[in-house]
């Protein structure tokens, strides 16, 4: 697909036998934000493992900017990023620590000046040098959005990305995501489960169940598509095999 920073073609992953994910398909157009959701077992983070190289896939195809990831994941890495508050940095290490280690990883240039930038840009000052594991669930989710922002991704996949953190905090860091694509022009995945984020945020939502897309549309079209006024609702309508309104698609 032209202009596509991710396109998936029938991709499947099976784990003793059991398929994760089921030959799915589906496409992200460079410099939007699409959401991947669903419930528990749905597929989602087999899927994103699989967009990172992480895992191989069974079966299919993955081309991320425009690289096949299974023959050149190692072209795309670089220009990539993840953040998930579930995935643990190293605990005894300081913030700065960390982050000075996967700024190496990432072959990040003037590396202090961007991680003094960022301390600042999402408040980390006040625990910069605080071994990793002291922090608490909040302080963890930033530090982590920080090193998703180390290299200035074009790809960014966000794992549940304003978990544990305050209302006002957590409205900030999405404003802060906006600003950062706006200004650079990349592409988000955004898998959560905070429906009012995924309306706010997203052009693009890709619903998973069993391991298969089950619909995908803008947040409009499926509030329309399922007669609801939220995407809360559409989500609980696909979980719980609700029929879709006479006539829909």
């Known amino acids: 697909m032209i202009d596509a920073a ?3 073609e029938k991709l499947s992953k099976s784990f003793a036998g059991q398929p994760a994910v089921d030959a799915i398909s589906f496409s992200v157009a460079t410099g939007s934000t699409t959401a991947l959701l669903g419930g ?3 597929g989602k983070t087999t899927t994103i493992s699989m967009l990172l190289g992480l895992l191989l896939p069974d079966s299919g195809t993955i081309r991320v900017l425009g690289e096949d990831m299974v023959k050149h994941r190692y072209r795309v890495l670089p220009r990539v990023n993840f953040s998930s508050p579930y995935v643990e940095l190293p605990h005894r290490l300081s913030v700065r620590e960390n982050l000075t280690v996967y700024g190496h990883l990432y072959g990040v240039s003037k590396l202090k000046q961007r991680i003094a930038q960022l301390a600042e840009e999402l408040e980390l000052i006040d625990f910069l040098d605080r071994a990793s594991g002291r922090l608490s ?10 090193k998703a922002m180390l290299n200035q991704p074009e790809l960014l996949l ?15 860091v999405r404003g802060y995501f906006r600003a950062y694509q706006q200004r650079s022009g990349a592409t988000i995945l955004l898998a959560s489960h905070n429906m009012a984020e995924v309306e706010r945020l997203c052009d ?11 619909d995908a549309g803008s947040p409009a079209q499926l509030r329309e598509r399922y007669g609801r006024n939220d995407l809360e609702q559409v989500f609980l ?7 879709l309104p006479h006539g829909a698609a």
């Open 204 to 214: 693009q939502v890709v619903m998973m169940k069993q391991g298969g897309i089950v």
């Open 6 to 8: 991710i396109h998936v």
């Open 137 to 146: 669930a909040g302080q963890k989710t930033r530090v982590a959005i920080a």
């Open 40 to 42: 528990n077992g749905a």
């Open 158 to 172: 966000l794992d549940e990305p304003t978990a544990s953190l305050d209302p006002d905090t957590a409205d900030w």
């Open 237 to 243: 309508d696909i979980a719980r095999n609700r029929r």
